[in-house]
């Protein structure tokens, strides 16, 4: 039972954390036949039941051996709270650390009762973009796995009664998920997995603020996730003030990594880019963006700025928005603009706020005593 100690919770297996192949291997360690795995897999992740006695296809003492020695924590629902004004569901679970992970889903369907939905990775962030309340209120701690699995788990049960069903999931919530890269990658392989979720790659969207190495090791992953990178600036100066991470990255590097990512997957790569009025929302910025993208087969996306309290920006107005639109596609891009209703499910959550708890505060106070982390 030693594979398992990464993955123990209060002394027991934790079932959510664990990749078929080592629920597989569980199963030879508790001398059951191999196939038993799918059994319980079903259980947890195409049932959504959590607990080992509700499990009426496995025997008696089975089901007492699995209470034993393993576990399926699933986080509690804090707030559900549903927005009519942006279109969008939002949850927040209450860890049992005290912390708080907020998810949501958007309220437009992608065909048939499929619904997208957008997720945290981490608690807090630590790459402090200027513009982005989680940043600003520095890093609490990375999400496990199965906390980040059971986002998608537990939206799926609140939706299932409306006859829906999770189809795409971007991480584009709270956190940095190439900070928290090996729980986010096996969160990928659980969702993913055809015998529960079974959620495609495809439709699975990571967005990072662009640390290289992990793009890079994405792309040795040789899977077909999608890959989305916040970009919102065009040089390195800027890119520097707003976004501390382009210190350690610069733009051409990020720009030689999403060509390999590309090469190998083929996929389109989505640029978002946040538009700050007077900031970086120039025709020139515009253009500069369209040409330096050219050759990649991509989609940026403009998300107009959502408020932050005490951030020194504006969000760009409309008409500029539209303006700095046509002058990208110009330069051959496609480019669109996250609409305010939520239509387009990669941006739609940037604006993820953790209104209701201390570190909106905290974040006041960093920005006060202008400590910000570099
Ligand atoms: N750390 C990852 C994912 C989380 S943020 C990343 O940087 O991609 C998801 C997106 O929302 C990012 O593009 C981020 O820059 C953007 N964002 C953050 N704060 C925002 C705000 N106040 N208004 C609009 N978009 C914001």
Same mark, same amino acid.
């Given at each position: 039972?030693?594979?398992?100690?990464?993955?123990?919770?209060?002394?027991?297996?934790?079932?959510?954390?664990?990749?078929?192949?080592?629920?597989?291997?569980?199963?030879?360690?508790?001398?059951?036949?191999?196939?038993?795995?799918?059994?319980?897999? +079903?259980?947890?992740?195409?049932?959504?039941?959590?607990?080992?006695?509700?499990?009426?296809?496995?025997?008696?003492?089975?089901?007492?051996?699995?209470?034993?020695?393993?576990?399926?924590?699933?986080?509690?629902? /804090?707030? /559900?709270?549903?927005?009519?004004?942006?279109?969008?569901?939002?949850?927040?679970?209450?860890?049992?650390? !005290?912390?708080?992970?907020?998810?949501?889903?958007m309220?437009y369907?992608?065909? /048939?009762?499929?619904?997208?939905?957008?997720?945290?990775?981490?608690?807090?962030?630590?790459?402090?973009?200027?513009?982005?309340?989680? !940043? %600003?209120?520095?890093? *609490?701690?990375?999400?496990?796995?199965?906390?980040?699995?059971?986002?998608?788990?537990?939206?799926?049960?609140?939706?299932?009664?409306?006859?829906? +069903?999770?189809?795409?999931?971007?991480?584009?919530?709270?956190?940095?998920?190439?900070?928290?890269?090996?729980?986010?990658?096996?969160?990928?392989?659980?969702?993913?997995?055809?015998?529960?979720?079974?959620?495609?790659?495809?439709?699975?969207?990571?967005?990072?603020? !662009?640390?290289?190495?992990?793009?890079?090791?994405?792309?040795?992953?040789?899977?077909?996730?999608?890959?989305? @990178?916040?970009?919102?600036?065009?040089?390195?100066?800027? +890119?520097?003030? @707003?976004?501390?991470?382009?210190?350690?990255?610069?733009?051409?590097? %990020?720009?030689?990594?999403?060509?390999?990512?590309?090469?190998?997957?083929?996929?389109?790569?989505?640029?978002?880019?946040?538009?700050?009025?007077?900031?970086?929302?120039?025709?020139?910025?515009?253009?500069?963006?369209?040409?330096?993208?050219?050759?990649?087969?991509?989609?940026?996306n403009l998300i107009?700025?959502?408020?932050?309290?005490?951030?020194?920006?504006?969000?760009?107005?409309?008409?500029?928005?539209?303006?700095?639109?046509?002058?990208?596609?110009?330069?051959?891009?496609?480019?669109t603009v996250r609409q305010?209703k939520g239509a387009d499910i990669e941006a739609a959550?940037? *604006?993820?706020?953790?209104?209701?708890?201390?570190?909106?505060?905290?974040?006041?106070? +960093?920005?006060?005593?202008?400590?910000?982390?570099?």
């Amino acid at each position: 039972m030693d594979a398992f100690t990464p993955h123990l919770l209060d002394g027991k297996v934790n079932l959510k954390n664990l990749l078929p192949t080592e629920m597989e291997q569980l199963m030879l360690a508790l001398g059951q036949p191999r196939y038993k795995w799918q059994q319980i897999w +079903r259980w947890m992740y195409v049932r959504l039941v959590d607990r080992f006695e509700d499990m009426t296809d496995l025997s008696k003492d089975f089901r007492r051996k699995l209470e034993e020695v393993a576990v399926i924590p699933s986080m509690g629902l /804090h707030l /559900h709270q549903q927005s009519e004004a942006q279109d969008t569901d939002k949850f927040l679970f209450k860890m049992a650390d !005290g912390s708080l992970v907020e998810s949501v889903k958007m309220k437009y369907l992608v065909g /048939h009762g499929r619904i997208a939905i957008c997720i945290s990775s981490q608690v807090g962030c630590a790459m402090a973009c200027s513009f982005c309340a989680s !940043g %600003l209120a520095g890093l *609490q701690r990375n999400l496990a796995t199965w906390e980040i699995v059971d986002q998608v788990v537990q939206i799926q049960k609140a939706v299932e009664p409306l006859g829906q +069903r999770v189809a795409n999931v971007v991480y584009m919530g709270i956190g940095e998920p190439f900070h928290n890269y090996e729980a986010v990658l096996r969160s990928t392989r659980i969702i993913n997995c055809g015998e529960g979720l079974g959620i495609g790659m495809r439709h699975l969207t990571i967005s990072t603020s !662009g640390l290289v190495p992990q793009i890079r090791q994405l792309t040795a992953e040789k899977l077909p996730i999608r890959l989305a @990178i916040s970009l919102h600036a065009t040089n390195n100066e800027l +890119r520097n003030q @707003i976004m501390p991470v382009n210190r350690k990255w610069p733009i051409e590097e %990020l720009l030689v990594a999403c060509r390999e990512y590309q090469e190998a997957s083929g996929r389109r790569i989505t640029f978002e880019y946040v538009l700050l009025e007077g900031v970086n929302d120039s025709l020139a910025e515009a253009e500069a963006l369209g040409r330096m993208l050219r050759g990649l087969h991509v989609l940026v996306n403009l998300i107009p700025w959502n408020p932050v309290d005490g951030a020194p920006y504006e969000r760009s107005r409309p008409g500029r928005i539209r303006a700095f639109q046509e002058k990208v596609e110009a330069q051959g891009p496609k480019c669109t603009v996250r609409q305010e209703k939520g239509a387009d499910i990669e941006a739609a959550c940037g *604006q993820l706020r953790l209104r209701d708890m201390a570190g909106t505060a905290k974040s006041k106070e +960093r920005r006060q005593r202008g400590d910000r982390p570099a």
